[in-house]
């Protein structure tokens, strides 16, 4: 069984510029949760997806963004980059009757 | 909403000893708590899961318990080795929104 997926692998950008950062969850999965991680710290919940609705988001600004597809692909967009967005951003997949979560190996951001 | 205190934040182990991990939470509706382990520049792995049906778990060397009346939790490993060093976090999800938030992480050094 294929694991989840993230492209890319890393993504360089500018201040102000946009990200886009893809996900696909493990075959059967309708769930897919983004986190940030920024370096040495947690893992902070940035929004939830489950049957290609946003179900739920955490405390981050509204230039953070995203959707999931009829395939409940999902990809997380962020606007406006800022230094401070630099981070791992991991995707984690799960059922939509359970809260168990699976991560992708990450996309690592580098806003410059 | 829900929020986890995880201690230690670092923790350092003689290979053989034993290694605790200690996490609160707030919400009285959370039901599930899931433990990850993060090794360096990888996926947060799960390892182990709890539900609060259960006070105990274990599978091999892992073992977490769960005090409901009280709000807390622990991860136990036995036999430390080498390579259960890692970052490790433990999370509660908010009862009712299969949402979970994690606690800020263990670095658990094991020391050959």
């Known amino acids: 069984e294929a694991g989840v997926t993230q492209s890319p692998t890393h993504l360089i950008k500018t201040r102000g510029q946009q990200a886009t950062l893809r996900c696909s969850p493990i075959?059967?999965?309708?769930?897919v949760y983004w986190y940030q991680q920024a370096l040495g710290l947690g893992l902070q919940f940035l929004l939830w997806?489950?049957?290609?609705?946003?179900?739920n988001r955490g405390n981050f600004p509204p230039r953070f963004s995203g959707r999931q597809f009829p395939n409940y692909s999902s990809e997380l967009n962020v606007n406006a980059l800022e230094l401070e967005d630099s981070a791992l951003y991991l995707c984690?997949?799960?059922?939509?009757?359970?809260?168990?979560?699976?991560f992708g190996p990450g996309t690592r951001l580098t806003v410059l | 909403g829900e929020n986890v205190e995880q201690h230690p934040s670092t923790l350092s182990v003689q290979e053989g000893d034993s290694a605790v991990i200690k996490c609160t939470y707030s919400?009285?509706?959370?039901?599930?708590f899931p433990w990850y382990k993060q090794e360096l520049g990888k996926r947060p792995q799960l390892i182990i899961d709890?539900?609060?049906?259960?006070g105990e778990k274990k599978d091999q060397r892992i073992a977490v318990t769960l005090n409901k009346t009280a709000k807390h939790f622990s991860l136990h490993i036995t036999e430390t080795q080498p390579e259960d060093s890692a970052v490790y976090f433990c999370?509660?999800?908010?009862?009712?929104?299969?949402?979970?938030?994690f606690g800020t992480g263990t670095k658990l050094q094991v020391i050959p």
């Open positions: 984690a997949s799960g059922r939509g009757d359970t809260d168990t979560q699976y």
């Open positions: 075959s059967g999965h309708t769930s």
């Open positions: 997806y489950d049957e290609g609705e946003e179900r």
């Open positions: 919400d009285s509706a959370s039901n599930y």
């Open positions: 709890i539900r609060s049906n259960v």
């Open positions: 999370a509660a999800n908010s009862g009712g929104y299969q949402k979970v938030t």
